[in-house]
């Protein structure tokens, strides 16, 4: 009996799993292999970084998703480097993995435009850690202030800076502003907390600029009604453990959040292959590596210009769009049908939330924005979760944050190796 | 206008907690001082390092708890002593605290009985970290079986030994066992997780000594129906990485948990009061310190020997009647109303599960065991747990379980400095 093709996916994100999941029924075996036991619906990830939903409710152990096909094995472990001739991926623990084909899912992580130093002092939210990371400082900054005798110090620490007015970035500020205005006061005797600062800076001319303008400029209203201060045009010159540079202004600042660059996984150094700016690796248009047919590359990690010359987002559907696409080229191949023709990105429309009352929705021709348009990114988030079991919880913790004002996830927990506190 | 009395609790645990409740309304202002921002429920800190609750389903802010109660100061500090000739406590982050009366209630950690390299290795259970930290080793064990090629070593990895077996040590077996053998056999290719030891190690002749003879002995069959096994009557005499020695044999088990002994906190240290083996401040029968009228000590810091020459046991409702105690005696010295007479515990029974099916309860003069018993914990339990949203969530979380045979918690998170892992 011949072996079965042997799809090798590195990467358990939105593009891994779409690929998995769609190749189901292909006359294929599946290595799954991801260095977190977890899958991570990262849309959500801001609220756990600002205590609204727990870490459980938007994660998902990946080994659990594939447990009745039986053709699919998924590996704990980090990939250490892919041998292209020996056509086998070597893992850190030791193990290699031979593959027949293998997709690179790897993602991104965030970027410092070569300050690394800064990533200690203003934290990036990717993973889970990132985001109990955010939530202890946050919360720990309200309690540091509430014991500060020095009126200074006390202002620098209730003084939160986001750095990047992308989705995330416009969220985070969003809900940090709401939980200082409206869930915190009255709890502390000696600070009011409605007299927190919260400083959204963006380099480039205009916050969410995959938004159109109109629904950009309410955003921004929206976001400085809730108290956010929007500072656009200047980038962000230097950060550290005492305060933000904006220009060539110091902001007192004890809470910085980085929310701007990203870089890719290192891909394109594991197949020694060309490489964009951000360190994503050049695809053609069936989504392979150059010169390498059976190497498919997808999601953050892959740079994509299609046909009319426009770039592919690096967000969750495009990723998604990637992995469908590359399972039916896979499918393909193996069962002689026609390839399909270059990938094309279908843009299903943009969506950001701005607190927790209102939200801007681009879909090209129809633009929505406010109340209507949260519930319709509320539902269309919860139907995204995987499994009931996911979809109660957060149905459950938005209802009662939003009926009760309150937040189920205040919790300080980890110590912070920055800051060994007081 | 005289300033009002100031109490001071050091300890948002169970009993800190229903002191403070208790003085509500109470001629007094209150400073309740925590390490943590949050009041954990312990009873049920096992399940989540089982993967079966959330860390937020069983944590609470404090500062949250007594927002609507202005005399209620909350700080987050961690205490470094207590002055008692000036009558204030000192703060590690340099704050003074003042005090008319001061109530300590402040807890216990884990004792390794003068082996306190063996903390490294076998991590007990008392904090949400330590909760996360046990299940990170065990879903880990799992990962590293998998792609382990050695059978000693693998077997090793799924060799689970918790050592104590009171309620906690039990509770963790038998979830543990049900993990192994219910949750998640399917998910692995390689390793048939149906083959894990879970093994409990007592020192004493039977586990549960709390429980009637009868209701232990048949917890010990329910566990071992599990596929537990369970040494009585047997000391562990040495702890590493490897694994564990029970008497003089060595068990190969690469993931050990701490059940065993406590230690109270530093308070006798802090006031130079005489303290038992434990640490536990010898407190007079109104609970104050010796020679210290102004100053009690309630909960699992305090040790209580009744007139009956009873010892008051260290669990949670234990702590409670002290703390409620305690407010009724300030209040009485305050209003001048009659002292009550010496504290006396009043127990109101035992409870332990035995996995997801099974629970024991000792009333005393009434027993019950199996599913009864287990409904009843479960409602008692979800009855202790504050507020709605907490109440919602964890019995969501336990009927998912119930129903699906799936626990909802199982990430791994954080880095464990121990191992950095293969």
């Excluded at 998703?65 to 041998?83: F, I, K, N, W």
């Excluded at 509430?146 to 970035?169: H, K, N, Q, S, Y």
Aim: aromatic fraction near 8%; charge should be neutral; proline fraction near 5%.
């Amino acid at each position: 009996m011949q072996e079965r093709h042997h799809v090798v996916v590195v990467g358990g994100g939105f593009g891994g799993l779409q690929l998995v999941n769609d190749l189901k029924g292909a006359p294929v075996k599946v290595t799954l292999i991801d260095r977190r036991n977890h899958h991570l619906f990262q849309p959500l990830l801001y609220q756990v970084a600002t205590t609204v939903l727990a870490t459980s409710e938007i994660a998902w152990p990946i080994r659990r998703l594939y447990r009745d096909r039986q053709e699919v094995t998924t590996v704990l472990g980090e990939v250490a480097g892919v041998d292209t001739i020996a056509k086998e991926v070597t893992l850190a623990h030791g193990q290699s993995v031979p593959y027949d084909t293998l997709v690179l899912a790897t993602g991104a992580t965030h970027a410092y435009f070569g300050h690394d130093e800064w990533a200690a002092v203003a934290p990036g939210l990717k993973t889970l850690e990132d985001a109990t990371t955010i939530r202890r400082r946050v919360l720990i900054a309200f309690e540091q202030a509430e014991v500060e005798e020095d009126p200074a110090r006390r202002d620098a620490l209730l003084t939160f800076t986001i750095i990047g007015a992308g989705p995330t970035g416009v969220e985070l500020a969003g809900i940090i502003a709401e939980m200082a205005h409206r869930t915190l006061p009255g709890e502390f005797r000696r600070i009011d907390t409605r007299l927190a600062r919260v400083v959204l800076v963006e380099a480039g001319p205009r916050i969410l600029p995959a938004f159109s303008e109109e629904l950009s400029a309410y955003a921004s209203r929206e976001l400085e009604k809730l108290g956010v201060e929007v500072l656009t045009g200047t980038p962000v010159t230097d950060c550290t453990d005492e305060g933000v540079t904006i220009g060539e202004s110091f902001v007192p600042s004890r809470t910085l959040v980085w929310a701007a660059g990203v870089q890719a996984s290192p891909a394109a150094r594991w197949l020694g292959a060309d490489a964009d700016r951000a360190g994503r690796v050049k695809v053609g248009p069936d989504l392979t590596a150059p010169h390498r047919p059976d190497i498919f590359v997808i999601g953050d990690t892959a740079s994509v210009i299609q046909e009319d010359g426009k770039p592919v987002p690096g967000i969750a559907p495009a990723a998604k769009q990637q992995g469908a696409y590359v399972a039916q080229v896979i499918r393909g191949r193996l069962t002689g049908s026609p390839a399909p023709g270059p990938f094309r990105y279908r843009h299903q429309g943009s969506l950001a939330t701005i607190g927790k009352r209102a939200a801007i929705i681009d879909f090209g021709r129809i633009k929505l924005r406010g109340s209507l348009a949260w519930w319709i990114w509320g539902i269309a988030h919860i139907y995204f979760l995987i499994g009931t079991r996911s979809r109660f919880a957060v149905a459950w913790s938005w209802l009662w944050t939003y009926l009760s004002g309150q937040h189920s996830a205040r919790l300080i927990t980890q110590k912070d190796t920055l800051r060994e506190e007081r």
